[in-house]
């Protein structure tokens, strides 16, 4: 099996082609300023991760911009330094700030001359729309969260954009996942019986960040630290 094999490329975008991380670190930063917040980056990586996905789970319907908003409120009540409504709120909003990866849109401009490009994404629509033009493209397929009501790694995501690209005459053995996060990501499509392609953007740091652990062993198709170095292992094998 190679890359070069496939017809589509799903992604997922926050931690995959947006720098969610530093985007979620600047956002919060006004609130750690007040609060005299003193936990550090990566254990505030790790609290985010924790109460995001909570409520993932407990408000499936919930739009990623008010989930945000709440996520902050919890993690003001966990860590013992309570957010101010504006805080919450302006961090529900700050996902139009959060930045590409500096190789993201470059990337993408490649591989589309090679794959149709879909986004499966945990937010909502607008908030995408904003990281959208970040990164230069129209997208083939866009499947949210708002979509389906629900967030990975619940499976809708992967079953819409399945079925929608069966429509476009394109089989599950064309796509190719491509996502940083094995628990949102590689487990579920790998329970959806699709290859996947692991953006490992966290090599080398110790932790999961923003992202839980996967909740079970899972094993990508291949793995590269950056969108970069996808593209040259494609170019390598279109070469070979």
Same mark, same amino acid.
């Given at each position: 099996?190679?890359?070069?094999?496939?017809?589509?490329?799903?992604?997922?975008?926050?931690?995959?082609?947006?720098?969610?991380?530093?985007?979620?670190?600047?956002?919060?930063?006004?609130?750690?300023?007040?609060?005299?917040?003193?936990?550090?980056?990566?254990?505030?990586?790790?609290?985010?991760? /924790? =109460?995001?996905?909570?409520?993932? !789970?407990?408000?499936?319907?919930?739009?990623?911009?008010? $989930?945000? #908003? *709440?996520?902050?409120?919890?993690?003001?009540?966990?860590?013992?330094?309570?957010?101010?409504?504006?805080?919450?709120?302006?961090?529900?909003?700050?996902?139009?700030?959060?930045?590409?990866?500096?190789?993201?849109?470059?990337?993408?401009?490649?591989?589309?001359?090679?794959?149709?490009?879909?986004?499966?994404?945990?937010?909502?629509?607008?908030?995408?729309?904003?990281?959208?033009?970040?990164?230069?493209?129209?997208?083939?397929?866009?499947?949210?969260?708002?979509?389906?009501?629900?967030?990975?790694?619940?499976?809708?995501?992967? /079953? =819409?954009?399945?079925?929608?690209? !069966?429509?476009?005459?394109?089989?599950?053995?064309?796509? $190719?996942? #491509? *996502?940083?996060?094995?628990?949102?990501?590689?487990?579920?499509?790998?329970?959806?019986?699709?290859?996947?392609?692991?953006?490992?953007?966290?090599?080398?740091?110790?932790?999961?960040?923003?992202?839980?652990?996967?909740?079970?062993?899972?094993?990508?198709?291949?793995?590269?630290?950056?969108?970069?170095?996808?593209?040259?292992?494609?170019?390598?094998?279109?070469?070979?």
């Amino acid at each position: 099996m190679r890359i070069t094999d496939f017809d589509v490329l799903t992604f997922d975008c926050y931690g995959t082609l947006i720098d969610w991380e530093s985007g979620i670190l600047a956002a919060l930063a006004p609130w750690r300023k007040r609060a005299g917040v003193t936990l550090g980056d990566e254990a505030l990586l790790t609290l985010f991760s /924790e =109460v995001e996905s909570k409520i993932e !789970a407990e408000r499936p319907a919930l739009l990623y911009s008010d $989930l945000l #908003t *709440a996520t902050l409120r919890e993690m003001g009540g966990r860590s013992g330094h309570a957010a101010t409504p504006a805080e919450a709120a302006a961090f529900g909003q700050s996902v139009k700030d959060w930045p590409a990866f500096p190789d993201s849109a470059e990337a993408l401009s490649y591989l589309k001359q090679h794959y149709k490009l879909a986004i499966l994404s945990n937010v909502d629509r607008a908030s995408f729309a904003h990281s959208a033009r970040r990164l230069g493209q129209n997208f083939d397929l866009v499947v949210t969260a708002q979509d389906v009501g629900s967030y990975k790694p619940a499976l809708a995501h992967f /079953e =819409v954009a399945l079925a929608r690209l !069966a429509a476009m005459g394109i089989p599950k053995q064309k796509v $190719l996942h #491509t *996502a940083q996060s094995l628990f949102h990501d590689h487990v579920p499509a790998k329970k959806m019986g699709l290859a996947s392609f692991w953006i490992d953007r966290r090599a080398g740091k110790t932790g999961t960040g923003a992202t839980k652990p996967p909740p079970e062993p899972v094993k990508p198709d291949w793995t590269a630290p950056s969108m970069a170095a996808m593209v040259e292992m494609h170019k390598r094998e279109k070469a070979r």
